[in-house]
Structure formats: C-alpha cells, structure tokens
C-alpha cells in the first residue's frame, strides 16, 4: 500500500503548492537507467525483490516526459504524439547513488482516457492494471498523474479508485510551466479542491521542461522505497 497522503501530513501547508523545493531531502544522483521491458500478461512482471514506484495518469498527461525528467534522460520512456500509445506495464531498473535505494523500478501503466484504441484492447488493460495494482508486493508507491489546470471526471474517478484498493497516490499536477505567475496559486488550489484531494494531502505542480518538482517527487520516492 502507498502513503503518499501519510508522507503529506508530516509536512506543512507551505510544502502543498510550493515549488522547486526538496522539503529536506538530500539530492542524489542516478547512476543508470534502462528499459527492462514492456508486461502484457501478469506472469511477465519481475520477481519483486526490487522495490516498485508506478506511475498512472489520464493518455497524454505527460507521462513519459516526466519519467524522462525525472531520470535526467531525454527519450528512455518514448514520448508519443498518439495517445494512448502505452499499452503495456513498462518497467524502468534505475541505479542509485543512495546506498539505501541502490536500484528501484519505475512502473509506466498504460494511459487512461483519451486513448484512441477500441473497446476490446482497452478491456485488455484494465485485468493487466488490476492484476498490477491489488497484487505487487513489491509496489511501494504509487503517482497519480493530471493536468495542472485539466481536472477530468476520469481524474477523479482514478483517485476515488486507487482509494478504494489501498492506495494513497501522491498526485502531481503536469505541465506547470504553462501556468501564468498571476493565476498559478488559484490554479493549483482549485486543481487542488477538484481533484478531490482533503486538507494536508499534498500536490505537486511539476514541469518537465523545467524540472520544477523533480526533487519533492524523488523525495516522496525515497521515503517510499525504504519502507
């Protein structure tokens, strides 16, 4: 089960909408990073002695770019022009510079929403997802992806979901950087209220472009990981 909600109450209101702070978490530095490979079926997922961080969102909220941002690399995770392109549990074996999370998986789920896939491959999804999500022990945490200023019903319907089976997601809110200064705190507070996130929970504005949010993410990684 994750805790991102555990994690965000043990730090106050100024880290909710803040950005380009660690909130007191020590940079590291990623050693190597690979593509291990893409899981159609359960029985293609790794054995589960390396810790696991998933990260789910809504097609063409930025996935891919911000795996990248995160990793300091520029195409591991290919970014698509079509979305809903990811179809498959993609899995990334990252080496570390901390000696209390040596190697990690980041985990990109295939995309919700606007997927222009048929009816039949999209219901090939949702046992993979649930088959992922109810059973690895190895899943540490979970990112709940969505557009800074695009809340969708899906958005909601997704967190409501990853509630209901466990999952306190840490939710970050895409493309940051296209916020203007003047409408930024309003944004973020009603993204904040739409999402359907209570007081304390936290949410994180991140570019990629940028790498506004890069080190409070990787932040709530490492305390995931080394639990």
């Not at 390396?50 to 891919?64: L, T």
């Not at 896939?117 to 999804?125: E, G, K, L, M």
Request: proline content about 4%.
């Amino acid at each position: 089960m994750s805790n991102g909600a555990q994690w965000a109450g043990q730090n106050n209101k100024a880290c909710l909408l803040e950005s380009y702070k660690s909130c007191g978490h020590d940079r590291m530095k990623i050693l190597s990073a690979e593509f291990i490979r893409s899981c159609l079926v359960p029985e293609q997922f790794p054995p589960g002695d390396i810790p696991e961080i998933a990260f789910v969102g809504r097609s063409n909220v930025g996935k891919s770019s911000l795996i990248n941002s995160l990793l300091h690399r520029r195409d591991l995770a290919k970014v698509s022009r079509t979305p809903g392109k990811t179809r498959a549990v993609n899995l990334f074996l990252v080496s570390t510079s901390d000696p209390l999370l040596s190697k990690l998986y980041l985990v990109d789920l295939p995309g919700y929403g606007f997927a222009k896939v048929s009816r039949v491959t999209r219901a090939q999804w949702a046992p993979l997802l649930e088959a992922y999500l109810a059973d690895r022990a190895a899943l540490r945490g979970l990112v709940l992806l969505i557009e800074s200023r695009v809340v969708t019903d899906e958005d909601r319907h997704t967190l409501s979901w990853l509630r209901s089976i466990g999952h306190a997601p840490l939710v970050v809110a895409t493309k940051a950087d296209k916020l203007k200064s003047s409408e930024r705190i309003r944004v973020l507070r009603d993204t904040h209220r739409n999402v359907g996130l209570s007081e304390g929970e936290m949410l994180i504005p991140y570019s990629s472009i940028t790498g506004e949010g890069r080190d409070r993410v990787w932040g709530v990684i490492k305390d995931w990981a080394k639990i």
